[in-house]
């Protein structure tokens, strides 16, 4: 599998780091990246709020699934607080 994980902060780098460990994981992407996630995956110079130069960008590549944790986004989806 090809992943994408999108943004650039300490979830993503967790994430990267957790899903590059899966032998089912042939690459892990990272848009856009930081210099944590350049260790455990290639950083894709690509603006988190382009959603579709995101798709344009992962059907491209042939990702498999992808994941976005930008805070702002979860919790306009999730209002817990």
Same mark, same amino acid.
């Given at each position: 599998?090809? %992943?994408? =994980?999108?943004? /650039?902060?300490?979830?993503?780098? +967790?994430?990267?780091?957790?899903?590059?460990? /899966? !032998?089912?994981?042939?690459? *892990?992407?990272? +848009? !856009?990246? @930081?210099?944590? #996630?350049? /260790?455990? +995956?290639? @950083?894709?110079?690509?603006?988190? #709020?382009? =959603? &579709?130069?995101? &798709?344009?960008? +992962?059907?491209?590549? @042939? *990702?498999? !699934?992808?994941?976005? *944790?930008?805070? $702002?986004?979860?919790? $306009? &989806?999730? !209002? %817990? /607080?």
């Amino acid at each position: 599998m090809k %992943i994408l =994980v999108v943004g /650039s902060g300490g979830r993503e780098h +967790a994430l990267c780091w957790k899903i590059a460990q /899966s !032998p089912l994981v042939k690459e *892990v992407l990272c +848009a !856009p990246g @930081n210099a944590g #996630t350049q /260790s455990v +995956a290639r @950083n894709v110079r690509l603006d988190v #709020t382009d =959603v &579709a130069g995101l &798709a344009g960008y +992962a059907k491209k590549e @042939n *990702v498999d !699934p992808w994941s976005s *944790v930008r805070k $702002r986004r979860w919790r $306009r &989806a999730w !209002p %817990i /607080s």
